[in-house]
C-alpha cells in the first residue's frame, strides 16, 4: 500500500556530527517537503521539492541540506551547523499541477543530540 | 511572523459534547485551509479542508466553518469522542503555491 516511510523513528547523535534523515514515498507524488516541530510550536519548513533535482530552502534552512536524486526519496541532513537540532522531524509529500495543496506526511523522526 | 494562529493550546470537552477549535490567519491572500490530526510521536493525518470559495465544509462528525471577512476559521466536532484526543493543526496556502503555515495547534482532551 503506498505512503511515506521515514527512518529510524529514533535517532541519536553526539554534537558536531552530521546526520541523515532518510525519507521514501510511493504515492508518485512530485513535490517533498521536510518539517520541524518543536514542543508548542506548529511545523516549520525546513526545505521543499517541486521535482526531481530542485529544491527550495524554507523558513529554518540553516544548518540543513537535502538532496532530490529520485522521485521517491528526498533524505533531510542536518549538519554540525545546526545549533538546536533536538526535534522531531516530519517529511511529507503532495501532487503538482492542482491549485490546492494537500500534504500527506510520514510517521516522523525524533532526533535527540547527547 | 505567524501568519497562521491558533490562540487555545488546549481544550478540554465531555465526550458526546462539541468541541470547537478555532484559527484565525493574517495573510488574505490564503485561500485554501486545512485541518490536520496529529497523535504523539506519529505524522499529522489531513482530517478536512475548505476553500475560500466556500463557508462551510462538512464531513461526518467534522465541519469546518470559514469567515474571510474576520479571517478566521473553526472546525466542529460533533460528537466528540476519546479518539478525538489528539493535536489539531490548522493550516493555509495560497492556490498554486506549495506551502502551508501551519499554526501552533490545539491539544483536545476527550473526558469520558
Known amino acids: 500500500d503506498g505512503g511515506i516511510t521515514q527512518s529510524p523513528k529514533y535517532l541519536f547523535r553526539k554534537e558536531g556530527q552530521n546526520v541523515t534523515l532518510s525519507c521514501e514515498q510511493n504515492?508518485?507524488?512530485?513535490?517533498m517537503y521536510w518539517y520541524r516541530q518543536d514542543p508548542g510550536q506548529g511545523l516549520r519548513l525546513i526545505y521543499y521539492?517541486?521535482?526531481?533535482?530542485?529544491?527550495q530552502k524554507g523558513d529554518i534552512a540553516e544548518g540543513y541540506s537535502v538532496s532530490r536524486e529520485k522521485k521517491e526519496s528526498f533524505p533531510l541532513t542536518v549538519t554540525s551547523a545546526q545549533k538546536n537540532p533536538t526535534a522531531f522531524y516530519l517529511c511529507?509529500?503532495?501532487?503538482?499541477?492542482?491549485?490546492?495543496?494537500?500534504?500527506?506526511f510520514g510517521p516522523g523522526t525524533r532526533l535527540t543530540v547527547l | 511572523d505567524q501568519q497562521v494562529k491558533q490562540n487555545s493550546p488546549s481544550l478540554s470537552v465531555q465526550e458526546g459534547r462539541i468541541s470547537i477549535l478555532n484559527c484565525d490567519y493574517t495573510?488574505?491572500?490564503?485561500?485554501?485551509f486545512l485541518w490536520y490530526k496529529k497523535y504523539p510521536a506519529e505524522g499529522p493525518t489531513f482530517l478536512i479542508s475548505?476553500?475560500?470559495?466556500?463557508d462551510k465544509n462538512e464531513d461526518g462528525r467534522f465541519t469546518v466553518f470559514l469567515n474571510k471577512s474576520a479571517k478566521h476559521l473553526s472546525l466542529h466536532i460533533v460528537p466528540s469522542q476519546p479518539g478525538d484526543s489528539a493535536v489539531y493543526f490548522c493550516?493555509?496556502?495560497?492556490?498554486?503555491?506549495?506551502?502551508?503555515?501551519f499554526g501552533a495547534g490545539t491539544t483536545v482532551t476527550v473526558r469520558a
Open positions: 511529507a509529500s503532495s501532487i503538482t499541477g492542482g491549485p490546492y495543496n494537500e500534504q500527506f
Open positions: 504515492l508518485n507524488h512530485d513535490a
Open positions: 521539492s517541486q521535482i526531481v533535482n530542485d529544491f
Open positions: 495573510n488574505s491572500m490564503f485561500d485554501y
Open positions: 475548505i476553500s475560500s470559495i466556500k
Open positions: 493550516a493555509a496556502s495560497r492556490s498554486n503555491d506549495y506551502k502551508l503555515s
